[in-house]
Nanobody, 112 residues
Framework: QVQLVESGGGLVQPGGSLRLSCVASGFTFSNYGASWYRQAPGKEREFVARIATPGGMTTYADSVKGRFTISRDNAKNTVYLQMNSLKPEDTAVYYC?????WGQGTQVTVSS
């Protein structure tokens, strides 16, 4: 069956970095674009970044442009989100999405 499994979240100080990973299984990952979303407490889930296939064109929310980088490794069925210069407002549960499939999420907390 289809599975998306995120990892890499944690607690980081403001200005720090994290790299999230999402491993896909149960379908041909290389055929589909992949996205990251996030949901902060009390807020709606929001788009963060997307990477298309083929070609790897990327799209970012304005709030993360210049700080976050989405990438993918089709040989590993994995999509990544490199997050730099993290801010407290980046605190959220981060989810990967492919088509209509969602992962379970990974918590990112930015706090001193």
């Amino acid at each position: 069956q289809v599975q998306l499994v995120e990892s890499g979240g944690g607690l980081v100080q403001p200005g720090g970095s994290l790299r999230l990973s999402c491993v896909a299984s149960g379908f041909t990952f290389s055929n589909y674009g992949a996205s990251w979303y996030r949901q902060a407490p009390g807020k709606e889930r929001e788009f963060v970044a997307r990477i298309a296939t083929p070609g790897g064109m990327t799209t970012y929310a304005d709030s993360v442009k210049g700080r976050f980088t989405i990438s993918r490794d089709n040989a590993k069925n994995t999509v990544y989100l490199q997050m730099n210069s993290l801010k407290p407002e980046d605190t959220a549960v981060y989810y990967c999405k492919v088509v209509t499939w969602w992962g379970q999420g990974t918590q990112v907390t930015v706090s001193s």
